[in-house]
């Protein structure tokens, strides 16, 4: 092919990987958040939490913790066989008459709409079995933007997601870029494959750098909102390994009930410099190069 002939078609390939690089990395840069706002909570009674016991691990009420956004909404549902209540303030002090459910019944739930409620945090207890205890924390407007900012602040986020062997449920896992010296936050959560939020899962994970365990729980539980889990204090910057078996689908304590996938090890990588996105966009960008130059025969100097 003559030189005057080739030089044009060069630069079309050029131009073209460069406009699809840039389209993919800004689809990906305006992606949704993996997880949603805070603009609902659920919170589960679960069964035996009429004995005591459940207090030492603050799991009368699961998560112990819930944080919404004013003008949001807690759910209550009560999985347990007996009746309880859902009522703010502390069994020392009393009811504080900013909510409170009355008694109700097993299998029924209890809403409360947090919109005139000033930040703050909500303790609240169960009158008839007062061990059990709990607390919503209504965020000021504007400190998720805060949030975000820190979060910006203090580095990159790495994300990373596998699929259940039955191919019903997808792991999703969240973390900053691995740093020696320093913890590794990872958050783990769980869709269907709609990509709708799975509640209740029971699972195990693990984590390991270069061949050391960084983390193990066991028995872990996540609701709607993910389940955050902080590593020992990493020794290098290199690529961190995560495990999750998943146990099932229910509510601690009854595990002969829980349904989805059991035993089903899901694995995934933490990796220092590229994400998912980055290396999604790199595969492109290489399937794009390959392509062009099959159709064109000019291979692109870049």
């Known amino acids: 092919m003559p030189l005057e002939e080739s030089r044009p078609m060069k630069t079309i390939a050029i131009s073209s990987i460069f406009v699809l690089f840039a389209i993919v990395a800004g689809i990906a840069s305006t992606a949704p958040a993996a997880f949603a706002d805070h603009a609902t909570a659920s919170v589960s009674i679960p069964a035996g939490t009429s004995v005591p016991g459940c207090e030492e691990t603050k799991e009368c009420y699961i998560p112990y913790t819930v944080t919404i956004d004013p003008g949001g909404e807690v759910t209550w549902s009560n999985d347990d066989s007996a009746a309880h209540t859902v009522t703010s303030g502390t069994a020392?002090?009393?009811p504080d008459g900013n909510f409170d459910s009355g008694l109700f019944m097993a299998g029924t739930t209890f809403p409360v709409k947090f919109d005139d409620y000033e930040p703050a945090t909500y303790p609240y207890f169960c009158m008839v079995h007062p061990w059990m205890t709990g607390e919503v924390i209504v965020q000021a407007a504007g400190e998720k933007e805060e949030e975000e900012e820190m979060m910006e602040e203090e580095g990159e986020k790495t994300f990373a997601s596998a699929m259940s062997a039955d191919g019903s449920m997808n792991v999703e896992?969240?973390?900053d870029v691995p740093t020696a010296g320093k913890e590794l936050a990872i958050t783990v959560g769980f869709t269907d494959a709609d990509g709708n939020i799975v509640e209740h899962v029971n699972y195990d994970i693990g984590a390991i750098q270069g061949g050391t365990e960084v983390l193990s729980e066991s028995a872990a539980h996540a609701m709607s909102e993910?389940?955050?889990?902080?590593?020992?204090?990493?020794?290098?910057d290199s690529p961190v390994d995560v495990q999750v078996t998943i146990l099932g689908i229910g509510f601690p304590g009854n595990e002969a009930s829980w349904t989805g996938p059991q035993g089903d090890v899901v694995s995934l990588q933490v990796v220092p410099e590229f994400g998912t996105i980055a290396v999604m966009i790199l595969g492109i960008a290489i399937v794009s190069i390959i392509a062009v130059t099959a159709k064109t025969r000019v291979i692109p100097k870049l």
């Open 92 to 94: 020392k002090d009393g």
């Open 173 to 175: 896992i969240e973390s």
């Open 226 to 236: 993910p389940g955050m889990h902080i590593t020992e204090p990493l020794t290098s």
